[in-house]
T-cell receptor, first 115, second 113 residues
Framework: DTEVTQTPKHLVMGMTNKKSLKCEQH?????MYWYKQKAKKPPELMFV???????INESVPSRFSPECPNSSLLNLHLHALQPEDSALYLC??????????????FGDGTRLSIL | AQSVTQLDSQVPVFEEAPVELRCNYS??????LFWYVQYPNQGLQLLLK??????LVESINGFEAEFNKSQTSFHLRKPSVHISDTAEYFC???????????FGQGTRLTINP
């Protein structure tokens, strides 16, 4: 069982919809991450939150909007997505504030399909 | 900046045979190295890590990896594979002080009976 929980597991949405992905961890980790993974490719970093503040945005389009309400919770708000945004979205967390050497722990992801 | 090269995109082996998945990295600073495994329809699971100390690190399911600084490698080995080891394996590197984890392209390990 993973210690990083992501909901929903699957999401199908139209290009005009607004939806949110949710990620929770209760390990006391201080850094949280969003990744996008296309089939047969490695994960691509999207955002990093360190101590609940956005520290890295990898030039992600504004139709993706991250939010970190508290140290255990990370959201990704989606609006007006494109078909090419269909992918597996992975959340991860690490014990350090993101600038150390601790490994990242991943959730099982949300498989997103844009119609 | 760091980079990771996984030399084989696919590795087919027979069950109970040994396997080696190759990983080379480049970095101008000290690094921390990781192997992750991704089973179908799942997220990434940490298999093992090298942070410091002994250059040979082992996982609980029989995998091991050796950090070789002179050859900038961190190859993953298992002496006898099982069908259940079928998965995608990612090598990753994190430079000291860096927030980003840099992944290799992945190696698909396929076990044939």
């Amino acid at each position: 069982d993973t210690e990083v929980t992501q909901t929903p597991k699957h999401l199908v949405m139209g290009m005009t919809n607004k939806k949110s992905l949710k990620c929770e961890q209760h390990m006391g980790h201080r850094a949280m991450y969003w990744y996008k993974q296309k089939a047969k490719k490695p994960p691509e970093l999207m955002f990093v939150y360190s101590y609940e503040k956005l520290s890295i945005n990898e030039s992600v389009p504004s139709r993706f909007s991250p939010e970190c309400p508290n140290s255990s919770l990370l959201n990704l708000h989606l609006h007006a997505l494109q078909p090419e945004d269909s992918a597996l979205y992975l959340c991860a967390s690490s014990q350090d504030g993101g600038a150390g050497f601790q490994p990242q722990h991943f959730g099982d992801g949300t498989r997103l399909s844009i119609l | 900046a760091q980079s990771v090269t996984q030399l084989d995109s696919q590795v087919p082996v027979f069950e109970e045979a040994p396997v080696e998945l190759r990983c080379n990295y480049s970095s101008s600073v000290s690094v921390y190295l990781f192997w992750y495994v991704q089973y179908p329809n799942q997220g990434l699971q940490l298999l093992l890590k090298y942070l410091s100390g002994s250059t040979l690190v082992e996982s609980i399911n029989g995998f091991e990896a050796e950090f070789n600084k002179s050859q900038t490698s961190f190859h993953l080995r298992k002496p006898s594979v099982h069908i259940s080891d079928t998965a995608e394996y990612f090598c990753a590197v994190r430079g000291g002080g860096a927030q980003k984890l840099v992944f290799g392209q992945g190696t698909r390990l396929t076990i044939n009976p």
